[in-house]
Every structure is written in C-alpha cells, then in structure tokens.
C-alpha cells in the first residue's frame, strides 16, 4: 500500500471511529441504528440516506461530535443504505416512536417530501440536511448553495482553459438536489464559451461508477482538457481511470466536498487541481435542533458558505466563495 493510500485510510477510520465498535452499521444487510441510550430529556433521529461517501461519514461524525456536548439530547442514527423506501420507513417509525426531533438528509427529493410532511404534521419537527424536499413542509432546511457552487466551478474551469476546451462532466445523483443543481450552475457559467462538453454520464456520487464512466470516456474520446465531477470521490475515480490510461498528466480534474482527509489531501498531492468546499452542516444541524427544542424561533433557511481550494492556497485555508 502506497504511503498517499495509507494516509487517506487512516483519515477515513478516524472520521468512522465513533461507530466502528456498533455491530448494526454497515452498508449492506443491516439498519445501520446508531446511539438510543434513552437517559437524555430529548431524543432526535436521524436519518441519513448512506454512509458510502466519505463525505456522509463525515456528516454523521460532525452530528454525533456537536451532539456529545449535550447531555439533554440523545441522537439515533439510522442508515438508509441508499433506499429512499428505507428512508421513508425510517421517518415513519421516528413518528411511531414519538422522538422530539427528526434530522434527515435525503436521498432523493420527491419520496421523502409527504413522510417529511407528515412528520411536521404530527408535531415533529424536522431539519431537513444538505439535501431539499419539495415544498416547504419542514422545519428548517440547513444546506450550501450548490447552484452557486456549480457556478464557481464553471468560472474557475473557464478561466483554468482560457474560455475554451473539452470537458467531461461526471454528474452527481440527477434526481438529487444538489446534483441538479451543481449542474445547473455549471451550465450557466460556462453559457456563451467554447468551453465544449464532450462526454456526460450519472455516476450516482460513486466513485467506483465514476472511474467506470471515465474509462469509457477515454477509450472514445482522444482528447479531454478537464473533468468536471459533482463530488471529490467522483474526480478522483475519474483520475484513476485517467492514470491507468497513462493520460492523467493531460487532463485537469476538478471536484467538490473540499474534506480535510480526502479532497483537501488530493489537491495537496496534485491529483485534483481544485475542489470546492460542501460543509456538511452537521454543527448547525444540532444547534438549530437544541434552538427548536427550547421553544425558540430558527430561520425556515440557511444557507452555508463555501471556499475553493487549490495548491495555490491550501496552507492558507481556501478562498471564500463570494
């Protein structure tokens, strides 16, 4: 194992450590219930739709860490393995077992919207996290403008390839929010330039579906200026794809989620040349929580900044989004 492999592992265990010793959380074939010591006052469920991506490991750990400083609350964790049917059970029983407080973040938008909806009509409410529902049937909706950060990205590839180029663009999850979204900006940005996108594909935020997407790209296309991922393990399956190929000196890669142990770590070590940070909200989500639990107004929205981040400027923190 490569000493850049061993690091990104260790990061990775580190962010996972707090569920490692709990049999019932894994990706396949069980629930993924975490916490539900039943002493606290309050009790918040939470539901996440997988803990596949790094970036949603993450999230669970910045929820659980926030949390841990609050005796008066417990949180249980629930693992939707990538199943919005799973997921709507999930919300359904966190109303059956009468919890104080429903945290989700989605899957995807439309099945979740009426149990979300149900939820606040029972009495619950919710924080819907980093992924919308329709309507606005919730609580509080707590998340990063992926709109505008699919927009940096575009003026940052545009200006990266001189307005002009091949691109390929490797999507998030498009029945998602921020998938559409993150494209949606992109779009807009690049609108009028010779920037062309040669190749487009789904890769569900996977990165083993983006190294697959890439490798077609490769073998039809035989010149691609840039990849364009919606998420940092997608860019960075798209780069293994590339140095398989022997081509990944000739392409620039470009991803989102900016974490410290994955993203940050690629564009230190020169295999992405930018990412942009997605904040998971996991801080905010446990604070707006405890505002609601104490009977006090939080905002219907919140929208959290974001920083880009390239070996230009990654020992000083980033460059603030405007």
Known sequence: MNSFRFAFLVGVVTVVAYVGCNPDVGSSGTTGEVGGTGSAEYTIGMSQCNLNEPWRVQMNADINNAAKGHPEIDVVFKNAQNDSL??????????????????????????????????????????????????????????????????????????????????VELKGLMT??????????????????????????DMKWLE??????????????????????????????????????GREKEIKFVGIDALPQEGQIYVGRGILDATFLYPTGGQEAIDAALKILAGEEVPKNVTLGSRLFTKQNIKSGGEVIE
Not at 108 to 117: F, G
Not at 119 to 125: E, F
Not at 216 to 229: C, F, K, M, P, Q
């Open 176 to 201: 998602s929010t921020p998938g559409q979204d993150r494209h949606a900006g992109f779009r807009d940005a690049i609108a009028g330039s010779d920037i062309e996108i040669v190749f487009e594909a």
């Open 86 to 167: 799973k997921q709507r059970a999930h919300v359904e029983e966190f109303v059956s077992d009468g919890v104080d407080l429903i945290i989700i973040s989605p899957k995807e938008a439309q099945p979740l919207t009426e149990p979300v909806a149900n939820a606040v009509a029972a009495g619950i409410p919710v924080i819907v996290l980093d992924r919308a529902v329709l309507g606005d049937q919730y609580t509080c909706f707590i998340g990063a403008d992926n709109k505008k950060i699919g927009r940096a990205a575009g003026e940052w590839i545009k200006k990266a390839l001189g307005g002009k180029g091949k691109v």
């Open 208 to 245: 083993p579906n983006a190294r697959s997407e890439m490798e077609s790209a490769l073998t039809r296309l035989d010149h691609i200026d840039l990849v364009y991922a919606h998420n940092d393990p997608g860019a960075h399956g798209a780069y293994l794809a590339a140095r398989s190929s």
